[in-house]
């Protein structure tokens, strides 16, 4: 397809696993940004990524969350040691370059840690 | 930290009525935008407002920009079950890449 996607759509771990969670951009899109949404409230930014710049981090809320992107296409989220307050839907959107207004969202990963 | 406030938080109204959304912050925005989600999938963009005082209609969707770039509103004429859905607003602070999310209002059309 041509969307953004994601994998998986939904995961369910233990607390204190750790898991990885994958965002497919928009072919050629350069920026890609990574949010966090709970249940029927707005999105948290984590972190965005701009072609090969250093990604900007500062929405991570926590040294256990860490993400890459890797030639700069697919992005992986990582969180460890996973915590029940982690769970939430984690929102994956590119776009096709800094200047664009437009971010296009993926249908997300449901984390529920138990 | 900026915050965006939308309100009302929930809104259950009958096919056939109108209705306005509130996205306000004390902060001042380069860009607004609209999105509309619905439940599994990820938001999708309505519109992006820009300048002070601008209005953008789209079908029955109206949509405007403060003049001071810190709020905006949404209205919906002649709503329709298929306008049910969360609808969130999102800023554009400055230079920066990332979006400051509202907490969304939850929009019911009943048929």
């Known amino acids: 397809g041509a969307g953004v996607s994601q994998s998986p759509s939904n995961k369910v771990t233990e607390k204190g696993k750790d898991v990885e969670l994958r965002c497919d951009p928009i072919?050629?899109?350069?920026?890609l940004y990574w949010y966090r949404q709970s249940l029927g409230q707005g999105l948290e930014f984590l972190i965005y990524f701009q072609g090969n710049s250093a990604p900007d981090k500062s929405g991570l809320p926590s040294d256990r969350f860490s993400a890459e992107r890797t030639g700069g296409s697919v992005s992986t989220l990582t969180i460890q040691r996973t915590q029940q307050e982690d769970s939430a839907v984690y929102l994956c959107?590119?776009?096709?370059?800094?200047?664009?207004?437009?971010?296009?969202f993926g249908p997300g990963t449901r984390l529920t840690v138990t | 930290t900026q915050l965006l406030e939308q309100s009302p938080q929930f809104l259950s109204i009958q096919e056939g009525e109108n209705l306005t959304v509130y996205c306000n912050s004390s902060?001042?925005?380069?860009?607004l935008q609209w999105y509309r989600q619905e439940p599994g999938e990820g938001p999708v963009l309505l519109v992006t407002?820009?300048?002070?005082?601008e209005v953008k209609k789209l079908k029955r969707l109206t949509f405007q920009f403060g003049d001071a770039r810190k709020d905006s509103s949404l209205h919906i004429t002649a709503a329709q079950p298929g306008d049910t859905g969360l609808y969130l607003c999102a800023g554009r602070s400055g230079s920066a890449r990332q979006l400051t999310f509202g907490s969304g209002t939850q929009l019911t059309v009943l048929p």
């Open positions: 072919s050629g899109h350069t920026a």
């Open positions: 959107a590119s776009s096709p370059g800094q200047s664009y207004y437009e971010q296009y």
């Open positions: 407002v820009v300048t002070g005082g």
């Open positions: 902060s001042v925005f380069s860009s």
